[in-house]
Nanobody
Framework: VQLVESGGGRVQTGGSLRLSCEASGFTFDNYAIGWFRQAPGQGREGASW???????????SYADSVKGRFTISGDNAKYTVYLQMNGLKPEDTSVYFC?????????????????????WGQGTPVTVSS
């Protein structure tokens, strides 16, 4: 199982970026793909949850800190999940990771905790300058 993030970079406050998480090595059906970002000075172990996408039924869930600014979506044919980030702020600066866990997920059981995800990518850095 491999997850590869891309799309990170440097933008100014108010700008946008679209991150991609391309999956391989497993059947994309019936998985939850989550996006996380690490806290300053911490590694992936301290990453906080941003959003999750269910490949079963396209259900989504968002952390309050990004609702209305970030949108998670998926393209099952491309084995890819995206994170569209608009209205970026300096506090969004971080390394962003995607993660995957197998299962059938609906709005009532979509995973949001870091410890529930089994597979992780290497991360892509995002820097938002003021």
């Amino acid at each position: 199982v491999q997850l590869v993030e891309s799309g990170g970079g440097r933008v100014q406050t108010g700008g946008s970026l679209r991150l991609s998480c391309e999956a391989s090595g497993f059947t994309f059906d019936n998985y939850a793909i989550g996006w996380f970002r690490q806290a300053p000075g911490q590694g992936r172990e301290g990453a906080s949850w941003i959003a999750t996408f269910s490949t079963t039924n396209n259900e989504t869930s968002y952390a309050d800190s990004v609702k209305g600014r970030f949108t998670i979506s998926g393209d099952n044919a491309k084995y890819t999940v995206y994170l569209q980030m608009n209205g970026l702020k300096p506090e969004d600066t971080s390394v962003y990771f995607c993660a995957a866990v197998s299962g059938t997920y609906f709005h009532f059981n979509i995973p949001t905790r870091r410890g529930l995800f089994d597979f992780w990518g290497q991360g892509t850095p995002v820097t938002v300058s003021s």
